[in-house]
Structure formats: structure tokens, C-alpha cells
């Protein structure tokens, strides 16, 4: 396909792998470690450098139109998450990295196996493969870390406000283990599965695409200002504080206080924007230029109470579930799925970002033998991940096939890609050829 686009052979190959979220959902952009693995899943671009400094992108998925653009002149449209975009922010990142003005263009041809919108984070392993595509084209070094923060920032060019987990892993994975991932340095550490169980995603092909909503953004908005109130509250110097991370760290204090300080602190019902400005001691006009985000100017109500409530509970839990692994007593199956579930719930009803298809296919694989099941990625639709015990494996599937897809038309989406067992796949490659 290659050739008959643009008439000659590809000299390189990148690959970059989806990932799955095992727990800690929504809480790497509040500063919290989260615990996701790499999927095997990947985009796969392949790459010839040329002299023309024109930009030609293609796909092998027909939905998925051609796109040319000069290398020296990117616009990322935010309004439209177009496929390209995605490629473009990896390229920009890069690009403004090395502050270079003059890129050598580049025929480039992307195949992917993750399923788009489904929370399996196809998006970032295309800027996360384009921002390795250009640095190999460019001829320069970075160290992975380093590649992981420049496509995590440069991911907002297409206007969600994201962290820096899917980057991270893409970047950091290794075959056979999940990790640990750490914010603010950017580290990885290994976590180590139980042999017992088996990881299943199922989709619940409700697309979710969060580029396309505002819902992301002002989640992201929620938890900046219940830092601001509950920093304002505790006497802090709130104007600097961005994340519900910092309010821990400044105070010192464990995540289980930081859950009563925000009761404390907080009420259950909406704030308005003008109670925050309340609050906060600012004016309407201060709370939009200097506060709130593009997307978020015109909200009306904000739930800070219970979306603190998550982060706080769903990072204890992140820990809890490392350490779960660390000591592997004797039921540690049965306790990391109970993490699951927990989590799952708290998406639901803290964080509001599952959607009925979710909770009823978590219901459904809890019933044929899930230790654990709760959506992944930002929600809203797309996947979940389940804990099953290997011996069950068969029969879970066959029944929450039965179950979710067969009876409702589900089983046109390919089978494959909506129900299957997952293993730690492997992070980001360059395949030269020989
Ligand atoms: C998306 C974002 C991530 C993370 C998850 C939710 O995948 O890109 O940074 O916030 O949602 O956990």
C-alpha cells in the first residue's frame, strides 16, 4: 500500500502500543500514580524521510482520509479531532522541542489495531508514534521519559487536557509487567500481576471520543478548583496550587485525611461559578481569564465535592493494589478485584463518567466469574477491564459474549476487539531495516 501511495519502499518502521488502565482513573492529571499495562494493540506508521518538506500522511483504513500539509507550517484544528491531528501534535511536539523552524517533510503511511474510541487510548499512541517517527527522521536522541512528557504536552494541541499516563506507558512499557506510573519526576516501576488471573477488556461500543465533548475538560476544570478551595480553606497560598496533589503535599497529610478535609471543607451540592468566586475572594471576570480553561467559560454548576472524593479514594486505592501485588497473600485475586469494583463505583457515582452500557457490562462480568470489573480510560463508554481467575477464563468469555453482545446486535462490532484477555504488552520501537 506504500508503494502504490507514493511510488517507493518505506525506510523505517515505528510502532506504539495502546494501554489499559488496571485502576487509578482520572487522577494522573490531579498528580496521583496510576497502574495501567500496554496492550498489545498498536499504530504502526511507516516512515520515508524526503526533501520536499511536505508532510504526507495516509492511512491504510479508508474511513480515514489522506492529508498533506507543509512540515513547517502545523495547524492543529481543535475544534475537529480529525484523525491527522493526532499525528500532527506528535510531529509539533517534536518539532518545538528542538525549536527547529526548517523539518524535512516525510511520506508516512499509519495502520492501527486499537479500537478507536474506546478508551484504550488510541489517540496517544498515534501522537506518541508520530513524536517517534519525527525524532527518527530528525536524527536526534531523547530518552523515553523525555519522549513521554514532550507527547503528553503537545496532546493538548488537539484541546483535551489530559496527563501524562498514556504516554507514559506507550513510552515506558515492558513485555510482562505492569507499571507504576509516577508524576512530577515521570518514572515507571514495575507491577507484577498475579499468575492466577487473566485481564479481559470487553468494549461496550459506546463510542466515547473526548476530544469531541466537554466533558474531560471540565472534570479537569472540577478538580483545579477543589484544590483552589480546599487550599483556600486550609490557608494556603491557593493561587499557585493546580492539583489535588499539591494540597497533600503542602499540608503533609495522608490521603485518608485529605478525605476528611475535603468533607470538611467542601459541600455536596454544585458550586456556581459565582459561589467559587465567593470563596475564593475574586471577581467573575478573574475566575474566567485567570482561571477557568476555553472549554469550561461557560459552565454553570461544578461538583467539586465528589470528584475530590475520587481522587483521594481512587489514589489510595492505586497503592493499595501495588502493595496487594507486592505481598500476594493468599486471596490476592480476591482483593485486588474488590479495588475493582470499588473503583468502578466511584467512577460511577463521584466522578459520573461511566454511562449505563458500562454498568451493565461490568454487572455482566462480575456475574460469570469477574473478581473485579470496572470501565477504563476516561469513560463515558469504551472498555472494561475485569479480573478473571485463569480457570474461569473459558466460560467467561463464552457467557459475556452470550450475554452483552450476542443478545443486543453487539456481535457486529469484530469479536476480537471487544472482548478478549490482555497480557503486558511492550512499549514504543523503531524498526530500521536491515
Ligand atoms: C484519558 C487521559 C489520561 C487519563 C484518563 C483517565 O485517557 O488521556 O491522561 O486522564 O483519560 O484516567
Redesign the pocket.
Known amino acids: 500500500m506504500f508503494n502504490s501511495k507514493f511510488g517507493s519502499v518505506p525506510k523505517f518502521y515505528v510502532r506504539a502500543p495502546g494501554r489499559v488502565?488496571i485502576i487509578?482513573?482520572?487522577?494522573?492529571?490531579c498528580g496521583y500514580s496510576?497502574l495501567p499495562m500496554a496492550v498489545e494493540q498498536d499504530m504502526l506508521i511507516a516512515v520515508e524521510p524526503v526533501k520536499t518538506h511536505v508532510l504526507q500522511l495516509a492511512n491504510t483504513n479508508p474511513l480515514y482520509l489522506d492529508f498533506s500539509t507543509s512540515a513547517n507550517n502545523i495547524q492543529i484544528d481543535k475544534t475537529k479531532p480529525l484523525w491527522h491531528n493526532y499525528f500532527l501534535c506528535g510531529f509539533k511536539g517534536i518539532q518545538e522541542h528542538f525549536g527547529l523552524s526548517d523539518v524535512t517533510g516525510m511520506n508516512c503511511l499509519v495502520d492501527g489495531n486499537i479500537p478507536p474510541s474506546s478508551?484504550l487510548?488510541s489517540s496517544?499512541a498515534l501522537v506518541c508514534c508520530a513524536g517517534l517517527v519525527t525524532l527518527t527522521v530528525l536524527g536526534m536522541n531523547l530518552s523515553k521519559v523525555e519522549l513521554a512528557e514532550i507527547c503528553?504536552k503537545s496532546?493538548h494541541y488537539i484541546g483535551?487536557e489530559?496527563?501524562?499516563?498514556?504516554q507514559s506507558i506507550s513510552f515506558l512499557a515492558e513485555e510482562g509487567t505492569a507499571k507504576l506510573i509516577e508524576f512530577s519526576p515521570l518514572r515507571a516501576t514495575d507491577v507484577k500481576l498475579p499468575s492466577g488471573a487473566v485481564f479481559v477488556i470487553a468494549n461496550s461500543c459506546v463510542e466515547m471520543n473526548?476530544a469531541a465533548t466537554s466533558h474531560?475538560n471540565i472534570r479537569v476544570m472540577e478538580c483545579r478548583l477543589a484544590a483552589k478551595l480546599l487550599a483556600k480553606h486550609k490557608c494556603l497560598p491557593w493561587e499557585e496550587v493546580l492539583r489535588l496533589e499539591e494540597v497533600q503535599a503542602k499540608l503533609g497529610v495522608s490521603l485518608e485525611e485529605m478525605l476528611l478535609i475535603t468533607e470538611d471543607a467542601l459541600h455536596s451540592e454544585p458550586y456556581s461559578p459565582e459561589e467559587i468566586c465567593r470563596c475564593l475572594g475574586i471577581s467573575l471576570q478573574e475566575l474566567k481569564t485567570q482561571i477557568l480553561s476555553p472549554s469550561t467559560q461557560d459552565v454553570l454548576s461544578f461538583k467539586l465535592y465528589q470528584r475530590a472524593k475520587h481522587v483521594y479514594s481512587e489514589a489510595a486505592r492505586v497503592l493499595q493494589f501495588k502493595k496487594v501485588c507486592e505481598e500476594a497473600p493468599d486471596n490476592t485475586v480476591q482483593l485486588l478485584g474488590e479495588l475493582m469494583n470499588q473503583s468502578h463505583v466511584s467512577c460511577r457515582d463521584m466522578y459520573e463518567c461511566s454511562c449505563p452500557e458500562l454498568d451493565q457490562l461490568v454487572d455482566i462480568c462480575r456475574k460469570f466469574g469477574a473478581q473485579g470489573s470496572r470501565l477504563t480510560?476516561?469513560?463515558w463508554g469504551g472498555c472494561t477491564v475485569s479480573i478473571v481467575p485463569a480457570d474461569k477464563l473459558p466460560s467467561f468469555l463464552a457467557n459475556v459474549h452470550e450475554a452483552y453482545y450476542q443478545r443486543s446486535n453487539r456481535s457486529l462490532v469484530p469479536e476480537k476487539q471487544s472482548l478478549f484477555a490482555t497480557k503486558p504488552g511492550g512499549g514504543a520501537l523503531v524498526f530500521l531495516e536491515a
Open positions: 488502565n487509578g482513573e482520572h487522577i494522573d492529571y496510576v478508551g487510548s496517544s503528553a496532546e483535551t489530559g496527563g501524562g499516563m498514556d473526548k474531560f480510560g476516561a469513560g
